[in-house]
């Protein structure tokens, strides 16, 4: 099954192995790719994959974030792009670029401005994003968020690549607007599960539009909330408390799911969780050295940064572990059997995401047609080659992804790598590796 090829709305895909969203600071300031990006890329389609999808490309000029990450807001950005997507599948690999738009959840800035605050509602959360408070957009905003969406699907088109998905998950602001904690609206957008997915439903219409019929489309979507996961102070506690605690859970969900899928959207991405980095997207250890790190290296532009960094550094590793780290913990095949309810009740192809490294775990997710295929990002972070050692037989690397997250909360400040000690012999080798990723220099790291 793994190594099966097969086909989504007319793009053929070798095996069942994508390269999941995955990327670091391989862009210049003004979110041009650099050539690093390049060869970050090619790196996996080398190793084996039937598709990568890229990290997601913003697609608002003002909320470019984590800095030096690829942007997608204006033409200049389709001819560099082509480069990577032609490099990609020259090597038989197909490539879908993924376009979001964090909202209230960016990351990072030059300087604290009011645009990155934008969301659904007014709300505070202490873990995500760096300003006090989220800033309710205005329809004229939202209608302009719909066409930059639109866009930036229609260049996608233009760089040559094979399809365009559209994040809906992570927390960023699609996901602000279909969770009943962080959109608590008045108007066309906010109340109901229809108006709640109003935005969505608008942008899916616009991609379709701009980049056309036939040209592949994706979104990725949470198939459960866990609003509760990670532990984080916010505000306001939201009545029913389930829509607080929870957000949305499957009966929301595979709603949204069918509705898509009546929008003419070719296949669901399905993980979990709300917010990035978060427990259940991100299935493993919890992170607290390299929360600490961008917590410091972003405390300079708000009150709320500055508090929380206080906060992480006064705690010791094993406390921050203790409380921020419930619910922390490695689970093979994570969503899986969520991916199996979209796949069974919605009828799209699916692509499950989180916890697959084991060849025999990815099998058995195939074989019981839970999935249609399987995106791996850590595991393949560490061993860029998986693919080919499930080909000579292989279940699990030598070396395996240990699912510490450490690259997930690095990624904003430092070059995306493995940043676990315990997989190299000494930091030197680790620091070799993770600065070859990326280079033309290295092509077999």
């Known amino acids: 099954m793994l190594f099966d090829p097969f086909s989504i709305n007319g793009v053929a895909f070798k095996n069942r192995i994508f390269r999941s969203s995955l990327g670091g600071r391989m862009a210049f300031y003004d979110g041009t790719v650099s050539p690093a990006f390049k060869s970050f890329e090619t790196r996996f389609a080398r190793g084996g994959v039937g598709g990568i999808i890229t990290a997601t490309i913003s697609v608002n000029k003002r909320r470019m974030s984590p800095l030096e990450y690829p942007a997608l807001h204006d033409d200049r950005y389709i001819e560099p792009l082509k480069d990577a997507v032609r490099a990609v599948q020259a090597l038989d690999c197909r490539y879908i670029i993924q376009i979001g738009d964090p909202g209230g959840h960016t990351h990072t800035g030059v300087f604290s401005e009011d645009q990155d605050a934008r969301s659904a509602s007014r709300s505070f959360n202490l873990l995500y994003g760096y300003r006090n408070r989220t800033i309710p957009m205005t329809e004229a905003e939202i209608d302009a968020s719909v066409q930059e969406f639109g866009s930036a699907a229609r260049r996608v088109r ?67 909330d866990y609003n509760y996961l990670p532990l984080s102070i916010r505000f306001p506690i939201v009545f029913p408390l389930r829509d607080f605690f929870m957000g949305n859970t499957l009966k929301e969900t595979l709603y949204y799911g069918k509705k ?158 493995c940043y676990d000690r315990r997989r190299f012999k000494s930091q030197d080798e680790m620091a070799d590796q993770i600065m070859a990723l990326s280079s033309p220099a290295n092509p077999t790291i």
Not at 199 to 208: D, G, K, S, T
């Open 158 to 224: 233009q760089t040559g690549a094979d399809g365009v998905e559209i994040t809906a998950s992570k927390g960023y602001l699609i996901h602000q607007f279909l969770n009943p904690a962080t959109n608590r609206r008045k108007d066309a957008y906010g109340g109901s599960l229809d108006k709640r997915f109003l935005f969505l439903e608008r942008i899916i219409r616009a991609a379709r539009e701009e980049a056309g019929k036939d040209f592949l489309l994706g979104v990725r979507l949470s198939a459960q």
């Open 260 to 417: 898509l899928k009546s929008l003419g959207v070719d296949y669901l991405h399905i993980d979990s969780g709300f917010g990035f980095v978060n427990p259940k997207g991100s299935p493993g250890s919890f992170p607290d050295e390299g929360i600490k790190l961008f917590y410091n290296a972003t405390r300079h532009l708000s009150t709320k940064a500055a508090v929380r960094s206080v906060i992480a550094d006064a705690l010791p590793g094993f406390l921050l572990r203790l409380i921020m780290g419930y619910g922390w913990k490695f689970k093979p095949a994570a969503n899986a059997d969520f991916a199996a309810l979209f796949r069974k009740t919605v009828g799209l192809p699916i692509i499950a995401n989180g916890g697959f490294q084991a060849k025999t775990v990815i099998e058995a997710a195939l074989a019981d047609e839970k999935c249609d295929a399987v995106a791996i990002a850590r595991p393949l972070l560490a061993n860029p080659n998986l693919v080919r050692l499930f080909q000579e037989g292989v279940n699990e690397p030598s070396n395996p992804c240990s699912f510490c997250s450490e690259c997930c909360a690095r990624t904003a400040v430092l070059p995306l790598g």
